[in-house]
C-alpha cells in the first residue's frame, strides 16, 4: 500500500485518486476549495461520471479515501505527490501552468522527506523539469531528495472509471530508475501494460495521442463533406476502413466534431509548442480548422431544410460534448445556440444531465426543456447535437407527431436513413444522403 496524495479534485484528479483508493492504497485527496472538499466530505459529487458516486461512497467508508483542504499535511503524510491541477488554454493556445507552479512551489515548501512528484495534469514538454526546478528551489533543507515523474492520465469522460481500472497503458516518464519503479508499483494492481521513458516523451506522448485522435475525427469529417457531394454513405465508408487493422474503426464517427477539455486544448497547446520551436505543424493547423468549421455545416443544413431561421422555433437536443458527462467545455451547443438566437430563431433545448451548467454559459433567452418529447412540441425543426441513449432510443413517431413540420437535422448520425423515410421525417445527417419527404419540400 502506498500513501499517495492527489492535489486537485477535478476530472483528472478526483477519478485517479477514488480509482488508486480502489486497489487498495491510502489517498488524500486535496483542493484549496473549501466549498468543493466539504461537499465531497458529504458525499456530493460536483462532476458527473458514471459510477464514481459509488466508488467515492465505499472507499471513504473504508477508510482509504479522505479529502481535505490542508494540502501541506497531505504532503507531508504522502510518499507520491499528484499535480492534477487544470491546465487551462490561454489566450494565446499555450497551456496555462499558473496551478502547476503554485502546486510546485507547496510541494517545496511542505517536503519533508524522500517524495516522488508526479505530474497528472498535461502539461507541454518541459514542466516536469520546470516542477524540478521549483521544487527544489523551495525545499526548506537542499539535503532532502525528491523525483519528478510524469503519468498523464488518458481517461474518456463517461467511461472514465473503467479507462482507469482496465487501463490500456500507464506512461511513465521519469528523473530516476528508483521513481519508474515505484510509480510502475503503484500501478500493478490495474493488471495494466506499464511504458518508462524519460519525462520529455512522456509529455510528449499525451499531446500526441490526442492530437492524432482528433486528427481522425477531422479526416473521417471532411470524408463526409466529401461523401454528401458524391452521394456516397459515410457510415459504410467509415465501416469498411475501419476493418483495415492498421487504421481500425475507432474514431471515425463522423458528426460535428470534438470537443470537451481535452482535444481542443490540447491540439492547440501542440501548435503553440510547435511555433515557439519554430516549426510549422501544418497537420494540426488543419485539423483545428476543420473541426470549427465542421459544427457550423449544421447551421447549413437548418437553413437548407428551412429556407430561413428567422422566426422559426428550434428545438435542441444534447447540450454536453458527448453522452454520459455535464461538461460543456468547447461543447458544439455553445457555438450553435447562440447563432440560432442571432438569426432570429427561437430555441427550447434539452439535456438529461447538463442543463444546470449549460445555463451558465447560453444566452439567458434559451428556453429549456423538462424532456425530450417536451422540447420537441411544437418545434419547427429539430437539431441533435448529442447522442445521449435517451435521445437515439426516442419514439420518433411520437417525434413526429410533436414537431410542427418533420425535420430533423442530425449532428450524430443517431438514426438510420430507412426508419426516417419510412416515418416520414425529412432528415439530414452527416456525410449521408438527405431523406426527403413528400410534405417537405427543400426551400
Not at 519508474?180 to 500493478?188: D, K, P, R, S
Not at 467509415?238 to 476493418?243: I, P, R, S
Not at 461543447?331 to 451558465?360: C, F, H, N, R
Amino acid at each position: 500500500m502506498k500513501k499517495v496524495a492527489v492535489i486537485g479534485t477535478g476530472y483528472v484528479g478526483l477519478v485517479s485518486g477514488t480509482c488508486f483508493a480502489e486497489i487498495g492504497h491510502q489517498v488524500i485527496c486535496c483542493d484549496i476549495d473549501r466549498r468543493k472538499i466539504d461537499l465531497l466530505k458529504s458525499g456530493i459529487i460536483p462532476i458527473y461520471e458514471p459510477g464514481l458516486e459509488e466508488l467515492v461512497s465505499s472507499n471513504t467508508e473504508l477508510g482509504r479515501l479522505s479529502f481535505t483542504d490542508e494540502i501541506g499535511a497531505a504532503i507531508q503524510a504522502s510518499d507520491i505527490v499528484f499535480i492534477a491541477v487544470g491546465t487551462p488554454m490561454s489566450a494565446t493556445g499555450e497551456a496555462d501552468l499558473t496551478y502547476v507552479k503554485a502546486v510546485a512551489k507547496t510541494i517545496g515548501e511542505n517536503l519533508n522527506d524522500y517524495k516522488v512528484v508526479v505530474t497528472k495534469s498535461t502539461v507541454p514538454v518541459g514542466t516536469g523539469r520546470l516542477v524540478a526546478q521549483t521544487v527544489a528551489d523551495n525545499r526548506p533543507d537542499s539535503s532532502i531528495e525528491f523525483d519528478v515523474v510524469s503519468n498523464p492520465e488518458f481517461l474518456r469522460e463517461g467511461t472514465a472509471i473503467a479507462d482507469c481500472m482496465k487501463m490500456e497503458r500507464a506512461v511513465i516518464g521519469a528523473t530516476s530508475d528508483k521513481a519508474a519503479q515505484i510509480i510502475a508499483e503503484l500501478h500493478e494492481p490495474f493488471n495494466t501494460t506499464i511504458f518508462i521513458t524519460d519525462l520529455e516523451s512522456a509529455e510528449m506522448i499525451k499531446y500526441a495521442a490526442n492530437a492524432f485522435l482528433a486528427t481522425k475525427i477531422s479526416f473521417i469529417n471532411e470524408i463526409a463533406n466529401l461523401c454528401e457531394r458524391v452521394g456516397a454513405d459515410v457510415t459504410e465508408v467509415a465501416a469498411g476502413v475501419g476493418l483495415d487493422s492498421r487504421i481500425g474503426s475507432k474514431f471515425l464517427q463522423a458528426g460535428i466534431g470534438y470537443g470537451g477539455s481535452c482535444f481542443p486544448k490540447d491540439t492547440e497547446a501542440l501548435k503553440h509548442i510547435a511555433t515557439q520551436n519554430n516549426y510549422e505543424f501544418k497537420i494540426i493547423e488543419s485539423v483545428i480548422e476543420i473541426n470549427h468549421r465542421q459544427r457550423l455545416i449544421m447551421l447549413d443544413k437548418l437553413k437548407e431544410a428551412l429556407g430561413s431561421v428567422q422566426g422559426k422555433h428550434i428545438a435542441v437536443l444534447g447540450l454536453a460534448f458527448k453522452p454520459n458527462t455535464d461538461d460543456m467545455r468547447y461543447a458544439p451547443s455553445l457555438d450553435l445556440i447562440p447563432a440560432l438566437l442571432k438569426m432570429g430563431a427561437t430555441v427550447t433545448a434539452y439535456d438529461p444531465v447538463a442543463i444546470p451548467e449549460a445555463s451558465k454559459q447560453l444566452p439567458a433567452e434559451t428556453e429549456y426543456g423538462a424532456n425530450v418529447y417536451d422540447t420537441l412540441r411544437g418545434a419547427d425543426a429539430c437539431m441533435i447535437l448529442t447522442e445521449w441513449n435517451e435521445i437515439k432510443e426516442m419514439d420518433l413517431s411520437r417525434a413526429r407527431e410533436l414537431l410542427r413540420a418533420p425535420i430533423v437535422v442530425d449532428g450524430r448520425n443517431c438514426f438510420s436513413l430507412q426508419e426516417m423515410e419510412e416515418l416520414g421525417l425529412a432528415y439530414y445527417s452527416v456525410g449521408r444522403p438527405v431523406v426527403r419527404t413528400p410534405e417537405h419540400a427543400v426551400v
